[in-house]
Nanobody, 119 residues
Framework: QVQVLESGGGLVQPGGSVGLSCVASGNIFKINAMGWYRQAPGKSRDLVAVITSGGSTNYADSVKGRFTISRDNAKNTAYLQMNSLKPEDTAVYYC?????????????WGQGTQVTVSS
C-alpha cells in the first residue's frame, strides 16, 4: 500500500504565489509519473501538470508559464510551484501517483489540499 500526502496551499491573493508538496510513502516499489490535478466546486477533476520519472513534463494550457512541476525521486516527492495566481485557480489540488510493482500498476490519490485565490 502507498500513502500520498499533500501539503501547502491556503489563501493567496491574486498575482501571488504558493507551493504544494506531495510525498509518497509506504511500500514503494517504483513510482512512474507524478501529477497534480484540481477540482473546483461543481466541476470535474482536471489535470494541471504531470512529470515522468525521467523528468518530462506536461501542463494544462491554462497554467503554462505560471506553474512549474518538479520532483525529487530520492524523496518520493513532487512539487507544484504556482505563480501569478488567478481567482480561477481556486480549487482543491490533488496529487496522483502512478505506482508499479512486479505484479501490478496502481494509481494512488492524496486527500487534496485547498488553494483559494482571493483578495
Amino acid at each position: 500500500q502507498v500513502q500520498v500526502l499533500e501539503s501547502g496551499g491556503g489563501l493567496v491573493q491574486p498575482g501571488g504565489s504558493v507551493g504544494l508538496s506531495c510525498v509518497a510513502s509506504g511500500n514503494i516499489f517504483k513510482i512512474n509519473a507524478m501529477g497534480w490535478y484540481r477540482q473546483a466546486p461543481g466541476k470535474s477533476r482536471d489535470l494541471v501538470a504531470v512529470i515522468t520519472s525521467g523528468g518530462s513534463t506536461n501542463y494544462a494550457d491554462s497554467v503554462k508559464g505560471r506553474f512549474t512541476i518538479s520532483r525529487d525521486n530520492a524523496k518520493n516527492t513532487a512539487y507544484l510551484q504556482m505563480n501569478s495566481l488567478k481567482p480561477e485557480d481556486t480549487a482543491v489540488y490533488y496529487c496522483n501517483i502512478d505506482h508499479s510493482t512486479a505484479w501490478n500498476r496502481i494509481t494512488y490519490w492524496g486527500q487534496g489540499t485547498q488553494v483559494t485565490v482571493s483578495s
